[in-house]
């Protein structure tokens, strides 16, 4: 008998399943990382990338399934800033009138007290989170004068400044400028060898096979899953995407 | 005769006040103008015009019930308005009709039954000051009560002043980092029941809505700041305040319509002159000037 260590797993969702109203949006996804690992999330729109952030974020109830992380609940995660999310630049409103510095301190919102007065450390944190994506010259600035990459970069030193080990990235390339994808993957390596765990979701292929060690190919459940040389084939990416030829998403190149 | 009586400023500001009911009249309006102007920021944020306007409209047969059972009024209106929102919530997820298209019915639905409770309770209800508002006539318990729930309201929203914008801005994130973010949403949604239930007796049920999406939207055109922007949203509420009694004082006008019209005056002239987001740029033209 092998007895699983669920502690070795940052992540841990086993047979999740998400609807709205009854229409099902994901099922039966099971997902394993361990610290250090980037693994990248691959599917059509409406496929259930998103749901999957949802329920790992809490903001959606799974109707079926579990799911620990660092082999404890999803609430005491939560209540430990465990889990960052990175939104998509849809996902945001751009002319709320809040600055980058205090969009970054809302990473600490979670270790304050009610008040959310910032402490000494919180806004060392924030400094330091900030410097890392290189938007000190920034610190006041409205978020809806930065550029795309600046505004991606806001909100991926939020996630630093809440000290996170897991980082859940919605397309985190796209709509950036060269600079800031240079930026994003050299912190993502950095990342790695902190022992953060990061998924991240992308219609980039070519990112899939840059950064990530494992590979979910998800169509409302999980096609393929594993390491990115052994699933990331033809044939799958295939299957994930209904039927279109990884030719036609690769390019004619590869 | 009444022209000739404000040739000078100063007794235009100073003549009203000789007599009590307006010296009560502005005080009040001012206290709830700046309660209204506080909570508008986020409801302008977050999107809730129309939640606001189906909140305050809902109040309509609380009040009415309370009147005739005795009770405060302001315990009758939170009622119907929480559950105005509480029915909506339900009918759009049992149902597939449109979320717009619920709140209109609802808050409709709600009103009309206030307006039939009205003619069938043949009390002491003045229909008109449920209506209009009527901060000339406002009575001691009323302004015990006005008193009460503006503190309240802005204890809670001083408290959680950062919380509810960061539900405002992004609650997923709030959420992700162990935030109660189901009680943020009914923390909003009670201010929001309290403010519209102390922003009647200034402007009535009709136009209380406009207290509370008004001056918010004037201050979103004029900063980039949320604390900013709460600050000029309960300034702009409250000189608003001002001006309409005091003009409906002298032009012998409809007080609760005054005082919105001159918000919407002041939202106007945000509209056109906001340095960076009206109609004229005048920051943009000034530099230009300049350079």
Not at chain 2, 113 to 141: A, C, E, R, T, Y
Request: charged residues 15%; hydrophobic residues 45%; proline residues 3%.
């Amino acid at each position: 008998m092998e007895s699983i260590n669920y502690q070795n797993f940052r992540i841990d969702a086993e047979n999740i399943c998400v609807d709205y109203n009854g229409k099902v949006a994901l099922y039966d996804a099971n997902l394993r990382l361990k610290p250090g690992q980037i693994c990248g999330l691959v599917g059509m729109n409406g496929a259930g990338k998103t749901t999957f952030f949802n329920a790992l974020t809490g903001f959606v109830n799974i109707s079926k399934g579990k799911i620990r992380i660092n082999g404890e609940s999803l609430r005491s995660a939560q209540k430990d800033q465990t889990i960052a999310y990175v939104p998509q630049s849809e996902g945001i409103d751009s002319q709320f009138p809040i600055n980058v510095w205090d969009v970054v301190m809302m990473g600490r919102y979670g270790s304050m007290n009610i008040f959310r007065c910032p402490r000494e450390s919180d806004v060392q944190a924030v400094k330091d989170a900030i410097e890392r994506v290189d938007l000190t010259d920034h610190l006041s600035t409205p978020i809806g004068n930065l550029s795309g990459g600046q505004r991606k970069r806001t909100f991926l030193a939020r996630a630093i400044a809440q000290r996170a080990s897991i980082l859940l990235l919605d397309e985190p390339f796209s709509g950036v400028d060269i600079r800031t994808e240079k930026l994003i993957s050299e912190l993502f390596i950095q990342f790695k060898n902190e022992g953060k765990t990061i998924l991240l979701s992308t219609h980039d292929m070519i990112h899939v096979r840059e950064f990530c060690d494992l590979v979910l190919l998800i169509n409302k459940t999980v096609v393929a899953y594993g390491e990115t040389s052994e699933v990331f084939t033809p044939e799958n990416i295939t299957t994930t995407f209904g039927g279109i030829s990884p030719d036609f998403l690769f390019g004619p190149e590869s | 005769m009444e022209l000739c009586s404000f040739l000078t400023l100063d007794s235009f500001i100073t003549d009203p006040l000789t007599h009590g009911f307006m010296r009560k009249a502005l005080l009040m309006s001012s206290l709830v103008a700046a309660v209204c102007g506080f909570l508008s920021s986020y409801l302008t944020l977050k999107g809730w015009a129309l939640m606001g306007d189906a909140v305050s409209h809902s109040v309509m047969p609380g009040v009415v019930v309370a009147y005739a059972l005795g009770l405060p009024f302001s315990l009758g209106a939170f009622i119907f308005g929480v559950g105005s929102v509480a029915l909506i919530g339900f009918i759009k997820q049992k149902s597939r009709v449109k979320e717009d298209t619920v709140i209109g019915l609802v808050f409709t639905g709600f009103f009309a039954l206030g307006i039939v409770l009205v003619s069938k309770i043949k009390s002491n209800i003045d229909l008109h000051s449920i209506l209009f508002g009527s901060p000339l006539g406002i009575s001691l318990s009323d302004v015990k009560q006005t008193i009460f729930i503006s503190l309240l309201v802005v204890i809670l929203l001083s408290i959680y002043r950062k919380d509810l914008m960061l539900y405002c801005f992004d609650p997923r994130h709030a959420k992700t980092v162990g935030i109660n973010v189901f009680f943020l949403h009914y923390l909003l949604l009670t201010c929001l029941s309290l403010a519209a239930v102390v922003g009647l007796q200034s402007v009535g049920i009709i136009l209380v809505v406009a207290m509370l999406i008004t001056p918010g939207a004037t201050a979103y055109l004029l900063t980039d700041k949320f604390d900013n922007m709460t600050i000029i949203s309960v300034l702009s509420a409250i000189i608003s305040s001002l001006i309409g009694i005091y003009i409906s004082f002298w032009f012998d006008l409809e007080t609760g319509g005054s005082i919105v019209l001159a918000q919407t005056f002041i939202f106007l002239f945000a509209f056109l002159f906001a340095p960076r987001y009206g109609i004229f740029k005048l920051k943009k033209f000034f530099a230009g000037y300049k350079g």
